[in-house]
């Protein structure tokens, strides 16, 4: 039983407060992706998970137990590194084993998990290599492997894929998970790709300047932001704002900005009067002749099976992703609707979302 | 390599004019010691056309090939130098294995350890090295005759591994900086310690440093002359010291002097050859993303 919790866990590096009073709880087993962007203290909660940085306040708790001074190697925990931090001078077999050679394993044990991790991750051929003969996702392995032999409770990842390419990284991805799957460990993974932690995890936390926004699986963050941040980050092309009022006028409840008047459902109508923001996703928006958002096509990408089009309204774009077979020409006027149940609602002052049942 | 066929002529032309003018000097001197007096002094100056002789190293070391033979005549000829090589073979080998050692362990602590004070320390050390040598020269001059260290290997070993010590630990310490910290923190959590981090993974990544440091700790050693001169008498002279023995009151014998040098290149040059496999580029190549 491997859960990982922070209670009221800082960290500070002399001055600068870097993690401020933060409490997560990730139970046994789950795959939890620490999602972010830069300079948001990912790697720094990993470390401290690690062993590797100090808490200045608070705790940190593997398996239940308070693990705030006890030396890395006896925390129960494997990590691959942002860097992957390969050992040079030692060849693949002796990376992997490392650490079995530490804890003075029989040699014919530690022969096992080498040939089992080596199987698990396709390195066979390359035991007997060093690292610099590997390429960058066989690198990645190795780190994986070294990991891996360890049979560890708590597996911590750093952005292991962020240096590989896009169908190297889609492989990993999928081979991870598996490896999930079928080791159980709870597994903890940084990473500021937002599809890589929607396609991934169990549990996504989102991070800002070390603090947690939202914890939720991928669905409820996706279909739930709980704030403009949030819904900001996750999804690709990102949500598209508007600013304005809710109105109640008789039976119908809208949401009206300049130029702009859109039919919102029923339970809104208690915010009546309030300044909004109003968020729509790229792939809820339609061409209808009697749209709502009307405007002029000023771009139009192909991404493969989608095309995204960027429309210009008044003097703000908003990008709707359409099949490939809705193409648009430049300069075309077009008029994109919402289903009233497909828009996102938030307060403007505190950014918050707006939820009435 | 590319650029039209003109320009990689004159930089082909170019790098061997360079290359000409720093080996150039290292020929003629090593070309004086095989000449006869006539031939060091004529006029213009011959660069290929003499007569070659050994009879300078006759001279130098005793060693004459008569019949085809090496032999080494008795006494080791006029100057008795064989010996001088030896005690700077000594004392700069003895110097740099000193001075790496204590180095390199220094190295490591400040690149990875903080301890109260750590950033003054590189200051510290170097500050050792602004006096100039010949203001120490003479208190050490003192210090040794107390400590019974003048005249003997030990001093002079002690010595050149104290001077060579601030530049061997900063070097040493720019390799080890040079060493991400990602690679100490993985093997911590795999378990070793900071001792078996040390000599299983870190140490083995900077040997290429470690020559580095090693060859220049030891040519300095081969051609350090004030405190050799100072801090010894008869016992133990390195050939720096004696090679102004052949400036006399009767002139310079200068291809005994040549010989002697020419002499000299070699064992540093055997010294330089047997690190520099080591000395690789590219200190943690594969060990990360790149
Ligand atoms: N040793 C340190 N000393 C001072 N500040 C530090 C130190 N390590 C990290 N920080 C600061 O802590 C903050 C969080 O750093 P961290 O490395 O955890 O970010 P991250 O979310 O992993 O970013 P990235 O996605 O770029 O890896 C940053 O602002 C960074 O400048
Ligand atoms: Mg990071």
């Not at chain 1, 598209?240 to 109640?248: K, M, T």
């Given at each position: 039983m491997s859960k990982v919790e922070f209670k009221n866990a800082q960290k500070a590096f002399g001055a600068v407060k870097v993690i401020e009073g933060l409490s997560l709880e990730i139970p046994h087993g789950s795959f939890a992706v620490l999602l972010g962007p830069s300079g948001c203290g990912k790697s720094t909660l990993l470390r401290m998970i690690a062993g590797l940085e100090k808490l200045t306040g608070g705790e940190v708790a593997i398996a239940g137990k308070r693990v705030n001074d006890v030396h890395p190697r006896d925390r129960d925990i494997a990590m691959v590194f942002q860097n992957y931090a390969l050992y040079p001078t030692m060849k693949v077999r002796e990376n992997i084993a490392f650490n079995l050679e530490i804890q003075k394993l029989e040699k014919r044990e530690i022969e096992r998990r080498v040939s089992e991790a080596a199987d698990i991750l396709n390195l066979r051929p390359f035991l007997d290599r060093y690292p610099k003969e590997l390429s960058g996702g066989q690198r990645q392995r190795v780190a994986m492997g070294r990991a891996l032999v360890r049979e560890a409770g708590v597996f911590l990842f750093d952005e292991p894929l962020s240096n590989l390419d896009a169908k190297l990284r889609a492989h990993m991805?999928?081979?991870?998970?598996?490896?999930?799957?079928?080791?159980?460990?709870?597994?903890?993974?940084?990473?500021?790709?937002?599809?890589?932690?929607?396609?991934?995890?169990?549990?996504?936390?989102?991070?800002?300047?070390?603090?947690?926004?939202?914890?939720?699986?991928?669905?409820?963050?996706?279909?739930?932001?709980?704030?403009?941040?949030?819904?900001?980050?996750?999804?690709?092309?990102?949500?598209?704002?508007?600013?304005?009022?809710?109105?109640?006028?008789?039976?119908?409840?809208?949401?009206?900005?300049?130029?702009?008047?859109?039919?919102?459902?029923?339970?809104?109508?208690?915010?009546a009067g309030k300044s909004v923001k109003l968020g729509v996703r790229p792939n809820d928006l339609h061409f209808a002749a009697d749209g709502a958002f009307k405007g002029e096509v000023i771009l139009s990408e192909t991404t493969g099976a989608e095309v995204q089009i960027h429309v210009r309204i008044r003097d703000s774009d908003v990008v709707a992703v359409a099949p490939r077979t809705e193409r648009r020409v430049h300069g075309e006027a077009v008029a994109l609707s919402v289903p009233p149940g497909k828009v996102h609602i938030f307060d403007a002052q505190s950014e918050r979302r707006i939820e009435p049942q | 390599m590319h650029g039209t066929k003109f320009a990689r002529t004159i930089r082909f032309i170019a790098a061997w004019l360079l290359v000409g003018l720093f080996f150039f000097p290292i020929y003629y001197w090593t070309s004086v010691a095989f000449r006869n007096g006539r031939d060091i002094f004529s006029r213009p100056p011959k660069i290929f056309d003499f007569e070659p002789t050994i009879a300078n190293f006759n001279a130098v070391f005793g060693i004459s090939f008569e019949g085809g033979v090496p032999q080494i005549t008795p006494g080791g000829g006029n100057f008795y130098m064989a010996p001088r090589l030896w005690d700077s073979i000594v004392i700069g080998v003895g110097s740099t294995l000193i001075a790496v050692a204590i180095a390199t362990l220094a190295a490591y602590a400040l690149s990875r350890m903080r301890f109260k004070g750590s950033h003054h320390f590189v200051g510290w050390v170097l500050s050792t090295r602004m006096l100039p040598p010949v203001a120490v020269a003479v208190p050490m001059f003192f210090i040794y005759r107390q400590f019974n260290l003048l005249d003997t290997y030990t001093g002079m070993i002690i010595i050149h591994a104290i001077m060579n010590l601030p530049l061997a630990v900063l070097l040493?310490?720019?390799?080890?900086?040079d060493v991400p910290n990602e690679i100490d923190e993985s093997a911590t959590i795999d378990g070793a310690s900071r001792w078996t981090i040390f000599r299983r993974i870190v140490l083995p990544m900077a040997k290429g440093g470690i020559a580095a440091t090693a060859v220049l700790c030891f040519i300095f050693s081969w051609t350090e002359f004030l405190f050799a001169l100072t801090l010894t008498q008869t016992d133990v002279r390195t050939v720096p010291v004696v090679s102004t023995t052949f400036v006399t009151s009767v002139g310079t014998a200068w291809g005994n002097m040549a010989a002697l040098g020419a002499a000299a290149i070699l064992p540093a040059f055997i010294f330089v050859l047997a690190v520099q496999k080591h000395l690789v580029r590219g200190l943690t190549m594969g060990s990360l993303k790149q």
């Open positions: 991805r999928v081979e991870i998970r598996q490896l999930h799957e079928r080791l159980g460990a709870t597994t903890l993974y940084v990473t500021h790709d937002q599809i890589e932690a929607m396609t991934m995890a169990d549990i996504i936390v989102l991070l800002d300047k070390g603090a947690i926004v939202q914890v939720g699986t991928p669905d409820e963050v996706y279909e739930k932001p709980n704030s403009v941040y949030v819904a900001d980050f996750i999804g690709s092309p990102s949500m598209n704002f508007f600013d304005g009022e809710i109105e109640a006028d008789g039976e119908e409840v809208r949401f009206r900005a300049a130029n702009l008047s859109i039919p919102l459902e029923a339970r809104y109508r208690g915010q | 040493m310490k720019s390799f080890f900086d």
